[in-house]
């Protein structure tokens, strides 16, 4: 099956600055690529995602990248702020699975 | 919209027990996604549901484990004789069409805590 594999398991920026986490997937059949982001204590929520027809999608400060040939992608948030730090996950969807990375803490240091 | 409720938010058996926590995805929506969160193993896939039918419970032990959908708006999912490694947070999520097409809206979650 499916194995989606979350690089970064801690990142520290600094207010401002960007953040870029990486992520690789081996399901060549893998066609959809979202990304949520869970707050302490709470659920997941949807942030941006990204499908295989494309290779770079922007939504306000969040740009998503997907490279099919080396089956990497990653979320590249810009102008980070503090309220931005939580755990990132990424996915693929494989089969009308969803098959989840480990997650990436973001701190935003003020 | 009061998004995909989960019941109970928190759940403490005793080893041995049963435990059964209720989802109620967002109206509407077709597929219903059973998801397992802990520290060492993350977010484990357990079961998937369109228009209330099971489609793969790949995920999901088999033998203490099982989920339903009887209707469109609830769906449960019922561990028998809880063991401790079944500690967890147990996520429900939904959405309009099935993983491939759409984002997945997800509950609170219920933390069960088996002693």
């Known amino acids: 099956g499916e194995k989606v594999e979350q690089h970064e398991s801690t990142l520290s920026v600094r207010e401002g600055d960007s953040a870029v986490i990486n992520c690789t997937y081996t399901?060549?059949?893998?066609?959809?690529f979202p990304w949520y982001k869970q707050e302490a204590g709470k659920s997941l929520h949807f942030v941006i995602d990204?499908?295989?027809?494309?290779d770079r999608k922007q939504s306000q400060r969040l740009i998503v990248l997907l490279d099919k040939k080396a089956k990497r992608f990653s979320l590249h948030i810009t102008a980070t702020q503090p309220e931005d730090s939580a755990i990132y996950f990424c996915?693929?969807?494989?089969?009308?699975?969803?098959?989840f990375g480990d997650g990436t803490q973001l701190v935003v240091k003020p | 919209n009061a998004g995909v409720i989960q019941t109970p938010r928190h759940k403490v058996t005793g080893k041995g027990q049963e435990a059964t926590l209720w989802c109620e995805p967002i109206s509407g929506h077709s597929a219903v996604f059973w998801y397992r969160q802990t520290i060492v193993q993350g977010l484990e896939f357990l079961t998937y549901f369109r228009n209330q039918a099971p489609i793969d419970d790949s995920g999901m032990p088999k033998e203490r484990f099982s989920a339903q959908m009887p209707n469109q708006s609830h769906s449960t999912l019922k561990i028998q004789s809880t063991q401790p490694q079944d500690s967890a947070v147990y996520l429900c999520?939904?959405?309009?069409?099935?993983?491939?097409?759409?984002?997945?809206?997800f509950g609170e979650g219920s933390k069960l805590t088996v002693l």
């Open positions: 399901d060549t059949a893998s066609s959809y």
């Open positions: 996915a693929a969807s494989s089969n009308n699975r969803i098959f």
């Open positions: 999520a939904s959405s309009l069409v099935g993983a491939n097409t759409g984002q997945l809206y």
């Open positions: 990204i499908r295989s027809n494309v």
